[in-house]
């Protein structure tokens, strides 16, 4: 696709509906015109779209061809397709004979009269594509009749092929094979010795069924599954791009999608949760993490700062990519710039698919992992947002007014505030403080001197109280302050940008920070509220002004209460950095150990409402009082309640990691604007589009008209329910399809993420259809019961060789005709991939720690690089440090710098989408498996475990063998291993059976 077209599908600022008079104008009059004058060179059916304009269809004048658009609706002077008919421009005049006066003022009229055109399907090829396989309707299959025992519908299809083709599949695999398989495939992990004796001998007739159900109920299959989706989504817990910044973050969506696959969780469930599980369950917030699948894929953090329009494109571009290709096998994403060449996708499909990601951004957000926490959350949220509203009909509710009642009693009788006792206080940028009286008991703190343009106070001292829940600062008038101060500013103005408290232990080397939860004042200047005193920025801060000339106070309550041991020393550092001598001219630190829902600053006029009596106020401030006293109790409230986690996920408000635990804030207050982009160039944006999807499902609506544009996470459920309708059959083919691939290693259709015309043709069409509708209805959307249907078939079952025993015919002519097995008359021979290997390796060493879930283990030292990109360094690490023998699926994995061991046994490149791994074979391979660190620790981890075992080199060179090989030495090897390892040690022996073919490949 090297030339871009501009694609315009409909005209969505005209709704009128058109006449029948309209409709019969163009069929009568225009078409013909078209066909006649136009078509010899500008139509599909001639085999020449010259200039790249075909007028066969309506898209085709939409998006026109290199010179823009031929006909703009409404315009005839402005249309390009009259300017060539009039042949009034000697550089476009076509065609070549001038067309009569007649037919160019119909074409004229049809112009001026808004173009009607119903011609929406693509001509040629594109209706061909229309009746392509994967869009035809599901349709059950008869079984076709089996000659073999097997009861599983699975070989009456894959039988019925082989026989139409003359070949004859394989016989079943022997025992020790089959369970072998069926671990790695299910689990990523090989059986120990024990468990394949125990599956050989045991002769029950459901000895086979009873193993697929015990792997599949076993944690590891969940462990094993995940990864498999994270390769078809790409992701990774970096941004990738030249900013590649680590997500910290990111690892609750693999534990989200762990959890997922053990829980069996229904296919259509999985779709609704990872698209819009905000919208389909606001109250779940446990269940946020599901939206980490948006926000799988790279970000560009460098055009997210100096392109913010080019980025919001290219971003959504990569959420459109990843969520067709992943649940429906499309390529959306190549109708960008024009229509799909291949498939019936249109370019307005594209861009409505792009709409409804508008409303979001990858970033941080919080979220509770305790279900309990997260309702409670919700509801005192909805409290807050009444209380700030002054919505009377929550406010006066007989149970909200207990609690003011209650509150306006305890604060009747007053919260004790105990001054800090100062030991020192210094400034640092000049100013001469000191206590406001001469008597050394006074703890009021006096700036004066020179004023600075900015300053930081450090006031330390002790107090008799036991533990603290808050701190007060207190701020007050003086003569020698401008205008009465209390701040030092020409107007009495002071700007407190960050305030922050340290506890320092006796005996303890550093001071401890003391969190802050909440800040309270009794006056907020416009825009420079007490909040911002505690917000991590030092360009913003709490002011007082317009009120100068009195005093104000300002309360910090603790995120818990802070325990005091004798002679402890508590450290405030006030920052006042706005400049222009906004600083506090006096001031005294006080401490309380008095209930957190008790200790907030009140407005003065708040105090005087609660000394009037209740019969006494009017409604206006009963609602006031009410409002304020409940927004201080919810906040409160919010504040004792755990800790919210984060997750690196999608939402309308973010922190973007930044680099060096810096973060940016990213907000899209309502869903923003897409447009079709001619030719896919940013700085042509052609029609506003409105949500929606792939038009090429008949069945089901292309465009999500009933979602309100202001409503963002609307747009994403209505997605979601598109995708996961029982009627879209690309879902449906799509997963059953990507299931088998992963178990035969290859595909029913090869190009597991690609249903499309450059995509394969399934080998068996009949039977993913019937799995696809079985999968659907019948197992109701559970992966487990496809994987048991699956793995009970013979067609899995049978042996991936057929050397071992006489060939028939038929198995020569497969081998002949059918090399590549895709008529699966055969098993397939497979190497471990670098995560079965690596936790293979673990395994059978005895070092496998099976913790489950939780931050990712880096298998790397990082150091700040260049740029904000970091530095790497993958050969440093230390196999001995807690978490290095953790299953490959909880590594850390960065997009852009890889892990060369990992690279090199073709671990994808996450920085693209990979519905499948590449399976090379190089020197570079063998070697890394020999000597790269993993492997020489862990040799000596296996050869440690088996020597506290074993002291004689034959037992010992049996266990090996039967940790790796699963099965008994022969008699001629154990001679051999056993003289190996008396000469060369038993490290070197377990590193040289790690690196056998018996123990890297899976028959």
């Known amino acids: 696709m090297r030339w871009t077209l501009l694609f315009l599908w409909l005209l969505t600022a005209c709704c009128a509906e058109v006449s029948s008079a309209d409709e019969n104008t163009f069929r009568v009059l225009v078409l013909p015109i078209l066909q006649k004058r136009c078509f010899e060179c500008h ?6 779209i010259e200039g790249g304009l075909a007028l066969d269809w309506k898209s085709g004048w939409e998006q026109g061809g290199s010179r823009g658009p031929a006909i703009v609706p409404g315009s005839p002077d402005s249309s390009l397709i009259m300017k060539a008919v009039r042949h009034t421009d000697p550089n476009l005049r076509m065609p070549e004979q001038k067309l009569p006066e007649d037919e160019i003022a119909i074409l004229q009229d049809w112009i001026l009269k808004g173009a009607f055109d119903d011609r929406i399907a693509k001509p040629g090829n594109d209706t061909k594509l229309q009746e392509w396989w994967s869009l035809n309707p599901l349709i059950r299959p008869e079984l076709p009749a089996s000659a073999s025992k097997s009861s599983n519908p699975i070989d009456a299809f894959v039988e019925q092929r082989l026989s139409a083709d003359g070949l004859d599949p394989v016989p079943l695999a022997d025992r020790r094979t089959l369970i072998r398989r069926a671990y790695f495939d299910l689990t990523g992990l090989p059986p120990t010795f024990e468990d394949v004796n125990n599956f050989v001998l045991d002769m029950s007739s459901d000895a086979w069924e009873r193993v697929v159900d015990r792997l599949l109920q076993s944690p590891r299959y969940g462990e094993r599954w995940a990864r498999h989706w994270f390769d078809t989504i790409h992701f990774a817990e970096s941004h990738g791009y030249e900013h590649d910044i680590g997500r910290d973050n990111a690892w609750p969506y693999r534990d989200y999608v762990i959890r997922s696959f053990n829980d069996d969780k229904s296919w259509d469930r999985f779709i609704r949760e990872q698209l819009a599980v905000d919208a389909f369950e606001p109250e779940s917030t446990h269940l946020l993490p599901a939206l980490g699948f948006i926000s799988a894929g790279t970000f560009d953090l460098s055009t997210y700062s100096t392109g913010p329009v080019t980025f919001d494109y290219l971003d959504r571009d990569d959420m459109v990519t990843q969520t067709m290709a992943a649940f429906t096998s499309t390529t959306a994403n190549c109708a960008r710039c024009h229509a799909h060449k291949f498939d019936p996708i249109s370019q307005e ?6 709409a409804v990601f508008s409303g979001v951004l990858k970033g941080d957000i919080a979220y509770d992992t305790d279900q309990q926490t997260a309702r409670e959350r919700v509801r005192l949220n909805k409290l807050l947002s009444a209380a700030q509203a002054k919505d009377p009909k929550v406010l006066l509710l007989p149970s909200v007014q207990a609690e003011v009642a209650e509150w306006i009693e305890e604060h009747r009788r007053g919260v004790d505030w105990h001054p800090l006792r100062l030991t020192t206080f210094v400034s640092s940028d000049g100013a001469t403080l000191t206590r406001r009286s001469r008597d050394s008991t006074s703890q009021v703190v006096l700036a004066s001197g020179e004023a600075p343009d900015v300053d930081t106070y450090t006031i330390s001292g ?8 808050a701190i007060r600062l207190d701020v007050y008038p003086d003569s020698s302050l401008p205008m009465n101060g209390p ?12 305030i922050s408290v340290h506890l320092f232990s006796p005996g303890a080397p550093e001071g401890r920070r003391i969190e802050l939860a909440k800040a309270t004042a009794d006056f907020n200047q416009e825009g420079w509220g007490i909040h911002r005193a505690i917000d991590g920025d030092n360009k913003t801060a709490w002011g007082i002004y317009p009120n100068v000339g009195m005093p104000h106070h300002a309360v910090f309550e603790f995120t818990a209460p802070i325990t ?14 706005h400049g222009g001598s906004h600083l506090i001219g006096a001031f005294r630190i006080s401490t309380t150990d008095a209930p957190a829902d008790q200790v907030m600053a009140i407005p003065e006029e708040i105090k005087s409402l609660t000394r009037m009596p209740a019969e006494q106020r009017n409604e206006e401030q009963h609602l006031n009082l009410s409002a304020f006293i409940v927004d201080g109790l919810t906040q409160s409230k919010l504040n004792a309640l755990p800790r919210p986690s984060q997750v690196y996920a999608i939402g309308q408000s973010v922190r973007i990691p930044a680099g060096n635990g810096t973060f940016q804030d990213g907000r899209i207050p309502t869903p923003k604007p897409v447009h079709i982009l001619r030719r896919g160039d940013i700085n042509k944006p052609d029609k506003e589009v409105s949500p929606g999807s792939l038009s090429a499902l008949t069945s089901l609506p292309a465009r999500f008209e009933s979602v309100k544009s202001g409503n963002e996470s609307l747009r994403r459920a209505a ?14 083919r799509s997963i059953t399809n990507r299931v088998w691939h ?10 597991p993420s690609d249903f499309g015309r450059m995509g394969g043709i399934p080998t068996h069409p009949e039977l993913l259809d019937w799995l696809a509708i079985w999968f659907r209805d019948d197992a109701k959307g559970s992966l487990k019961q496809l994987h048991r249907l699956i793995l009970t078939s013979d067609a899995w079952c049978r042996d991936s060789s057929v050397r071992a025993r006489p060939a028939t015919v038929g198995t020569m002519a497969a081998i002949d005709r059918d090399s590549d097995n895709r008529l699966i008359w055969r098993h397939h021979r497979t190497r471990l991939d670098a995560d079965q290997y690596k936790d293979a390796v673990l395994k059978v060493s005895g070092s496998l720690d099976l913790k489950m879930f939780g931050p990712s283990v880096q298998h790397f030292s990082q150091s700040p690089g260049p740029q904000a990109t970091p530095t790497l360094r993958y050969s440093d690490f230390d196999w001995t440090a807690p978490g290095a023998a953790r299953r490959s699926i909880y590594r850390y994995v960065w997009r852009g710098i890889a892990d060369p061991f990992m690279e090199a046994l073709d671990f994808p490149d996450l920085g693209l989408l990979a519905p499948s791994r590449g399976n090379s074979t190089s020197s570079l391979q063998a070697l890394a498996v020999y000597n790269n660190s993993f492997v020489l620790h862990f040799s000596e981890c296996m050869a440690r475990d088996i020597a506290i075992q074993f002291s004689d080199p034959d037992a010992q060179a049996e266990e090996a063998v039967n940790r790796t090989w699963l099965r008994p030495t022969t ?3 154990k001679q051999q291993f056993a003289d190996f390892i008396s000469s060369y040690g038993l490290p070197a022996f377990c590193r040289v059976l790690l690196n056998s073919n018996e123990f890297l490949y899976v028959d």
């Open 43 to 48: 139509s599909h059916s001639s085999g020449s």
């Open 349 to 354: 499909d594209y861009y409505s698919l792009q």
């Open 462 to 469: 002790t107090s008799d109280l036991t533990s603290f829940t």
């Open 487 to 498: 701040g030092r500013c020409h107007n009495g103005n002071l700007h407190l940008s960050e």
């Open 564 to 577: 005091l041991a004798p002679d402890s020393v508590l450290t405030v550092t006030l920052r006042q950095l």
């Open 719 to 732: 997605l979601a329910d598109w995708i996961a309708h029982p009627e879209n059959v690309l879902t449906w």
């Open 742 to 751: 992963y178990h035969f290693g290859a595909g029913i259709c090869d190009t």
């Open 971 to 973: 008699a001629g090897e």
